[in-house]
């Protein structure tokens, strides 16, 4: 792990965070209030992950075809291509969590600096579960 | 039905987060994959101080909008602690068992054009909006 590399890995999550902040996504009311289509809806999340999406699917075109990143020998991509019920099951599991506590990992990752206890429990409680599906796993 | 939005604002932040993973992608040959990222630091992966980087990149990125630049603070408070532990544990189970979430899956996975990770994504939202709707309008 070079230094540059680390230097574009905190550039990036800089990028990321301010990111999440600036759009809301770190406001647990905001990410509820788009899940909950049926109410009061909130079409924000839309526009982040369209946002979001809509330049990832532009530049990515460019970078996947190249024989290495920039600062590395090689990419590093997942390789299954299975869709499969670990897949599926995982993804609507990730999804209940979500609804549950209006919380991904990314945004409680950023609301740390907010200095409340919701992202720490939240977060401590992704660990449990992380591990403990690695454990059945 | 109100549709409340502050588009302007997600998007911005949106294309910020779709630059942040063009260059992870592009300079470090990696997935800006938040869950994946957690686990990694966690498990002591070989290789994996870029992670941390990430991470407190992450909460640099937070605390320059909460506190350094003149835009309105998030609003934050205190919830119910059981609800937080429950969707906690299902994020982090969730999440290892389809291998990604919102980041990795939906930012990263759909600019990879993945059928795995558009399936993941599907998955997450409807899970997502039929858990709320049962909290929000059921019980």
């Not at chain 1, 590399?5 to 009311?29: C, K, P, T, V």
């Not at chain 1, 809509?54 to 530049?59: A, H, P, R, V």
């Not at chain 2, 937080?84 to 996975?109: A, D, K, P, Q, W």
Request: hydrophobic share 50%; aromatic share 12%; net charge positive.
């Amino acid at each position: 792990m070079t230094s540059k590399q680390n230097l574009m890995a905190l550039i990036s999550g800089l990028l990321f965070g301010l990111g999440l902040a600036i759009s809301q996504m770190i406001d647990r009311e905001r990410v509820i209030g788009f899940l909950d289509v049926t109410g009061n809806w909130d079409a924000t999340l839309i526009f982040v992950l369209g946002g979001a999406v809509g330049i990832t699917i532009i530049t990515f075109r460019f970078i996947l075809p190249l024989k290495n990143p920039f600062f590395d020998t090689k990419f590093y991509l997942p390789t299954s291509k299975d869709i499969d019920i670990r897949l599926i099951l995982g993804a609507v599991i990730f999804g209940i969590g979500w609804g549950i506590s209006g919380y991904c990992p990314g945004p409680a990752v950023t609301s740390l600096v907010q200095f409340n206890l919701s992202p720490i429990v939240f977060i401590l409680a992704f660990i449990g579960g992380s591990f403990a599906y690695k454990s059945i796993d | 039905m109100v549709i409340e939005s502050s588009w302007i604002n997600g998007l911005i932040g949106g294309i910020l987060i779709g630059v942040s993973a063009t260059i992870l992608l592009a300079f470090n040959g990696r997935i800006a994959g938040i869950s994946g990222m957690i686990n990694g630091v966690l498990e002591f992966s070989s290789g994996g101080s870029w992670r941390i980087l990430f991470l407190g990149g992450m909460l640099m990125g937070g605390f320059i909008y909460e506190y350094l630049l003149p835009l309105p603070n998030t609003p934050s408070g205190d919830f119910n602690l059981f609800l937080l532990i429950l969707g906690g544990f299902l994020v982090g189970f969730g999440t290892r068992m389809g291998n990604g979430c919102t980041s990795g899956h939906g930012v990263c996975g759909l600019g990879r054009l993945s059928v795995r990770s558009l399936t993941a994504v599907v998955s997450f939202l409807a899970s997502g909006m039929i858990t709320v709707f049962i909290m929000k309008h059921i019980y």
